[in-house]
């Protein structure tokens, strides 16, 4: 099992910056992937940026690229999301994820549902 923790929401207007971070840590067999997810009131939840296991390969949803950067060590133990020239569309309840499904943790998934150990999520308000 993997305990997933977030930090680092808040408020920030637009154009700022922020960065999210996620703890994760647990007794597990498998290795995992972590993904960055976010969601707005009445949706689904978001894929955002992902990272496998190794730290050395990452990816991003379209929204994310060149404005999002993810970034973790070998093991994942701690995973940042740094978020930057933030627009208010931005603004979600962000979650992070461990996906076991892959057991080498080198797969990045984007789809929510093969995700398998959730934190509570953060807040982040982008005010225009």
């Known amino acids: 099992q993997v305990h997933v923790v977030e930090s680092g929401g808040g408020l920030v207007q637009t154009g700022g910056a922020l960065t999210l971070y996620c703890d994760a840590s647990?007794?597990?067999?498998?290795?995992?992937?972590i993904g960055w997810f976010r969601q707005t009131p009445g949706n689904g939840r978001e894929f955002v940026a992902g990272?496998?296991?190794?730290?050395?390969?990452?990816h991003y949803a379209d929204s994310a690229k060149g404005r999002f950067t993810i970034s973790g060590d070998n093991g994942l133990n701690t995973v940042s999301l740094e978020m930057k020239s933030l627009r208010p569309d931005d603004t979600a309840v962000y979650y992070c994820?461990?996906?076991?499904?892959?057991?080498?943790?080198?797969?990045?998934?984007?789809?929510?549902?093969?995700?398998?150990?959730w934190g509570l999520g953060t807040q982040v308000t982008v005010s225009a």
């Open positions: 994820a461990a996906s076991v499904r892959t057991p080498s943790g080198s797969t990045i998934r984007v789809d929510s549902r093969e995700y398998d150990y």
């Open positions: 990272i496998n296991w190794y730290g050395d390969s990452t």
């Open positions: 647990g007794r597990t067999y498998n290795r995992y992937a």
